[in-house]
């Protein structure tokens, strides 16, 4: 058992440190949650606004394991929540369509030892002896398991399968992952994720994509954070995409995300981030100098009022990721 769970530790781990800091700033846990725009940009703070999307939300958003300009994680090579949700989603669905199905409306458990102590326990719901079924699930839970000196999971997260298409070598599929009283300890530092991660996936002869929406909650040492804004990717033989849309939250204030243009494995494209007004400030990507330009415009008006130029290698040093 080592060996499987280990490696979905590490995922979740992967994926826990990934979504910390990624609501955007701290102090931002009581903010809106209807999905309004709240947030008002300034030429004195748009900046510092676009500093912290690139940070938390762009700097997390790699596909597999490259961010923008090539620069890993801490974490290495997919470390990433979308390479990650991927995994775990993945993981589920194959365990789901490879055990053996007994009878229909079955639900089986298991449990065992973590390597170093406590326990997990493993759940499962099949609907059909003979297919995969929208309603399936798989659901994980840990109570003082550790699979490695300092630290410590505690708390559960499910995967229910919410829709499923096979046709030939084609396969698509819709899931929802739930973090519930998810606790991780990681020698002095202890965070929890509360919430939800709908994802859908489609893999062809001739690509695979994925748009994943994110609605968790994050509390890291006392400091509460909402990550809830919506990514989608897409990866063929010759090229990958990425797009952001929904919302950022940056310290309590909600903007917008609006692609200007996708951003491309090598490190290209921009975002645009936008206020209750209409203001916004728009994010370009350079892979050819390594520089990210912040452009700030006035509603109506497409011509900034105000430029900044930050340098990648700065924001995207490891102690940020």
Known sequence: MKSKWSILYGALLACSLALTGCGGGGGGGDDDDAGGITGSLTATNYAEV???????VIGRSQQFSAVPFGVQGSQGPGAGPVDVTRRIVEEAIQAMRSKGRVQAFAISESTGACDESGTWKEVTYEQSA????????????????????????KGRVKVTLDSFKETGDSIEYE????????????????????????????????????????????????????WKHELSFRSSAEDGEISLGGTAVVDGASYGLRQHEPFTPEGAGAVDVVDRSGHYVRITLSDADRKIVYEFFQAGNDTPVGTTTRDADDLFAPAYL
């Open 130 to 153: 003979d297919d995969v079924t929208p309603g399936d699930y798989r659901e994980l839970r840990y109570d003082d398991c550790s699979y490695a000196v300092g630290h410590l999971l």
């Open 175 to 226: 899931a929802t992952t739930v973090y519930e009283g998810f606790s991780l300890t990681m020698n002095t530092i202890e965070l929890t994720l509360d919430g939800t991660v709908k994802t859908k996936n489609w893999v062809t002869p001739d690509e695979s994509g994925m748009v994943v929406r994110f609605n968790v909650d994050v509390t890291d040492d006392g400091k509460r954070f909402r």
């Open 50 to 56: 676009a500093d912290d999307v690139v940070v938390s």
